[in-house]
């Protein structure tokens, strides 16, 4: 099986930074993309950032200029960092990965577990 589990999440004050982490173990062929979705309560998951293997990225107006997304393939681990932090950024952060467990099969959608962000105002 696989398995991501996030950390970094906590409480922090507006303009303030948080850095999250996911790290994913198990039977892993090879990972393609990753990303950063989040989730507030009483709204709809959203994306917040992705990064490909070739390192491209993408972001939700929202968050750009503020968060970077980076990847280290070595440890199969996928970060966010948040600088400049809003009370809007609120939610529940969750990764995501795109896993190949086996030679010749097809990515499939795995999902870390969440990590709560709170900006206090």
């Known amino acids: 099986q696989v398995q991501l589990v996030e950390s970094g999440g906590g409480l922090v004050q507006p303009r303030g930074s948080l850095r999250l982490s996911c790290a994913a173990s198990?039977?892993?062929?090879?990972?393609?993309?990753m990303g950063w979705y989040r989730q507030a309560p009483g709204k709809e998951r959203e994306l917040v950032a992705t990064i490909t293997t070739g390192g491209s990225t993408n972001y939700a107006d929202s968050v750009k200029g503020r968060f970077t997304i980076s990847r280290d393939n070595a440890k199969n681990t996928v970060y966010l960092q948040m600088n400049s932090l809003k009370p809007e950024d609120t939610a529940v952060y969750y990764c995501?990965?795109?896993?190949?467990?086996?030679?010749?099969?097809?990515?499939?959608?795995?999902w870390g577990q969440g990590t709560q962000v709170t900006v206090s105002s």
């Open positions: 198990g039977s892993i062929f090879s990972i393609g993309a």
């Open positions: 995501h990965f795109n896993i190949r467990k086996n030679f010749g099969s097809l990515y499939s959608d795995y």
